[in-house]
């Protein structure tokens, strides 16, 4: 299964991204979606699972859920906007944690558990790359990619 991963876009949906996106069986948005644009684009191309982030005030993205809770192929997700308010230990429990707002890109293994935080797909912040991410899960293993947009 490929799970195609975008956060923090703003309401800017950068054709980069939706290049990237195309393939996959389903894509999680982590949050800072902006305007109902960003989710039509990303469901044009598979159903989207997405969570409300900080600026997420009005629209859609407005009455989104503030942490999803997932699995896919006997693999237990964790979707939350930023790891900092993460108030659960995820050890047994999660084998991904994925999360945006930082727009830092990051696909870290702490023991058994990724964390997965896609990077910024929006407008840039500070020096950080636009970034996007991939998600492979079989049932025996998940792994992460993270993509660098050329933009």
Known sequence: MQIGVIADTH???RPEALEVL?????ILHAGDVGR?????ALEAIAPVVAIRGNIDKTGRAA???DVQELEFLGHAFYLLHDVK???INPKGRYRVVIAGHSH?????WIGDVLY???GGAG????TLPITAGRLNVTEDRVAGEIIELTV
């Not at 407008?123 to 500070?126: A, G, K, L, S, V």
């Open 11 to 13: 309401s800017k949906m």
């Open 22 to 26: 195309k393939g996959s069986d389903l």
């Open 36 to 40: 109902d644009e960003v989710l039509d």
């Open 63 to 65: 009455n989104l859920p």
């Open 85 to 87: 308010t993460l108030d």
């Open 104 to 108: 830092k890109p990051r696909n870290e």
């Open 116 to 118: 997965f935080n896609p």
């Open 123 to 126: 407008p840039r912040r500070f």
